[in-house]
C-alpha cells in the first residue's frame, strides 16, 4: 500500500484520537501518505477526505471524542453505498483503509476487503464487546468514569443509610458492570450474561443491612435493562429499600483517556498500518494476554466474546 486513509465509526469512545494520532504518524514514518476521513463511513460516501500530516494530530492524545467525528450509516450497509465507498477511494489512490469502531464498523471494513481495499480493524468502542482482544480503546476509561461515580454516590449512600442503582452503558455486554463493580466494592452486578433473581437480590440487600450495612449499591448493566425497573422490584420485594437510581449516559464515553487505553490505541494503530504494510487485509487487530493479534474480521465478528465468570464470582465473593 501507498496511500492509507483513516476513519472512526458507530459510537466514539475515549483513545480514539490516540489511535488516529497513531495511525497517522506511523504511517507517515513508514513513507506512505495517510489521508483522514471525516464523518466514519458518512464521510467516505460524501467523498469527505483530507490529507494529514504529522501536525494535523498534535495535542489529541489526551482528549476524548474524536477528531475526525463518527456517525452511524445506513447507506453504508447496502452493496450500492459499499461499492460508491470502494470506488471514492480506488478514485482517489487510497488502496488502505483503517476503520476504528466496534462490530458494525468491522462489518463495513469487511465488505470494502471484498471490493479490493486492504482494510484494518481496530476495536474503539467502550463496551469491550469484540473478541479475540482482551481490551477494546475506551474501556478502561469508561470504567474510571464508572468507578468515580460510585465512590461519590456510596458518600451519600452511607449517610442516609441509603441503596443505589447504577445503570451503566455496555450494549449486549456486561463488561463495564462487571469491571467497575469489581473495583468499587458493588454489592451485586447484573450482566446480561449471568441469570438473576431480583426477589434474591433484595433479600440479600435487607439481610446485610439488618446485620449493620449502612449503604448498598447494585450496578445494573443496561443489557439486562432499566436501573429504574431494577429500582422498582426491590422495592416491591421490600419498601424499606428504596433505592435511588443513577443512569450514567454518556458521560462514560467522554472525559480523557486513561494512560491504558492511550498506549493500547497507539500499540494497535501503529500494529495495523505495518500490518497493512506486509500486505495484510480483511483482520481485526487486538490484545490478548499482552501480545499484539490479528484475526480474520469474519472470526471476530462472528465470535462472541467469553464473559469473565472467574472475576464476576470474584465479585460475589468480596461483595458480603
Ligand atoms: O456502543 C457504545 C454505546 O455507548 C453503548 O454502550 C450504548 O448502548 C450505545 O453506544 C448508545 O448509543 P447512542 O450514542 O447512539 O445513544
Redesign the pocket.
Known amino acids: 500500500v501507498k496511500k492509507i486513509a483513516v476513519l472512526t465509526s458507530?459510537?466514539d469512545s475515549q483513545g480514539m484520537n490516540a489511535a488516529v494520532r497513531a495511525v497517522v504518524r506511523s504511517g507517515l514514518y513508514y513513507g506512505l501518505e495517510v489521508y483522514g476521513i471525516q464523518r466514519g463511513y458518512q464521510g467516505l460516501l460524501n467523498n469527505d477526505i483530507f490529507a494529514m500530516d504529522i501536525r494535523s494530530v498534535g495535542d489529541i492524545i489526551q482528549r476524548g471524542g474524536t477528531i475526525l467525528q463518527s456517525a452511524?450509516c445506513l447507506e453504508f450497509k447496502t452493496l450500492e453505498g459499499q461499492q460508491k465507498g470502494a470506488q471514492i477511494l480506488r478514485d482517489r489512490g487510497i488502496d488502505g483503509l483503517v476503520v476504528i469502531g466496534?462490530d458494525g464498523s468491522y462489518q463495513g471494513a469487511e465488505k470494502l476487503s471484498r471490493l479490493g481495499i486492504k482494510t484494518m480493524g481496530l476495536p474503539g468502542?467502550?463496551?469491550n464487546d469484540i473478541s479475540f482482544t482482551d481490551y477494546t480503546i475506551g474501556f478502561d476509561t469508561a470504567v474510571n468514569v464508572v468507578v468515580e461515580a460510585v465512590n461519590k454516590l456510596r458518600d451519600t449512600m452511607s449517610s442516609h443509610e441509603r441503596s443505589s442503582v447504577v445503570e451503566v452503558?455496555?450494549?449486549h455486554c456486561g463488561d463495564i458492570a462487571l469491571h467497575a463493580g469489581l473495583a468499587s466494592g458493588a454489592e451485586t452486578i447484573l450482566v446480561p450474561e449471568v441469570s438473576y433473581d431480583l426477589n434474591e437480590v433484595a433479600d440479600r440487600m435487607k439481610a446485610n443491612f439488618d446485620h449493620g450495612k449502612r449503604h448498598s449499591i447494585v450496578i445494573v448493566a443496561?443489557g439486562v435493562g432499566k436501573g429504574e425497573d431494577v429500582a422498582t422490584a426491590l422495592k416491591e420485594r421490600y419498601p424499606s429499600i428504596d433505592p435511588r437510581v443513577t443512569v450514567l449516559g454518556?458521560i462514560?464515553?467522554g472525559g480523557s483517556p486513561t494512560p491504558f487505553d492511550r498506549n493500547l490505541a497507539s500499540r494497535l494503530g501503529d500494529f495495523a498500518v505495518r500490518k497493512l504494510i506486509e500486505g495484510e487485509s480483511n483482520k481485526g487487530c487486538g490484545v490478548l494476554k499482552g501480545e499484539l493479534v490479528l484475526t480474520d474480521i469474519e472470526k471476530v465478528v462472528n465470535t462472541k466474546k467469553p464473559f469473565n465468570m472467574e472475576l464476576y464470582e470474584l465479585a460475589s465473593r468480596l461483595s458480603q
Open positions: 458507530g459510537g452511524r466496534g468502542t467502550i463496551d452503558m455496555g450494549r443496561e454518556h462514560q464515553r
